[in-house]
């Protein structure tokens, strides 16, 4: 089970930190990731971030904006969203793939509920 917290209503360019928790054991060759999906849009990848190595993916409308980060003592998954735009509103859900990295939702395994972020201009 995953449980996201951490959504809300902010204007542009401020900052908001999700968080991801896992009532299940992590092992090293999952892969943990944020993906999105806005009204009327398909969900999509926005980050991940390799369980074992901590190697961190992005998608491009993200760079230098938005970091993920684990830890592996409290079992959880934060992505740090800095210089938000109003594009970045969204339903933001945490996800799990058990079998490694992909930026395909329909690859993972569980999903969270999901939270809402929402940018206003």
């Known amino acids: 089970q995953l449980v996201e917290s951490g959504g809300g209503l902010v204007q542009a360019g401020d900052s908001l930190r999700l968080s991801c928790a896992a009532s299940?054991?992590?092992?090293?060759?999952?892969?943990m990731a944020w993906f999105r999906q806005g009204v009327g849009k398909e969900r999509e990848f926005v980050a991940g971030i390799r369980w074992g190595t901590g190697k961190t993916y992005y998608t491009d409308s993200v760079k230098g904006r938005f970091a993920i980060s684990r830890s592996t003592a409290k079992n959880t998954v934060d992505l740090q969203m800095d210089s938000l735009r109003p594009e970045d509103t969204a339903v933001y859900y945490c996800?799990?793939?058990?079998?490694?990295?992909?930026?395909?939702?329909?690859?993972?395994?569980?999903w969270g509920q999901g939270t809402q972020v929402t940018v206003s201009s």
């Open positions: 996800a799990l793939n058990l079998h490694g990295m992909d930026t395909t939702a329909r690859e993972y395994d569980f």
């Open positions: 299940e054991r992590t092992y090293s060759s999952h892969f």
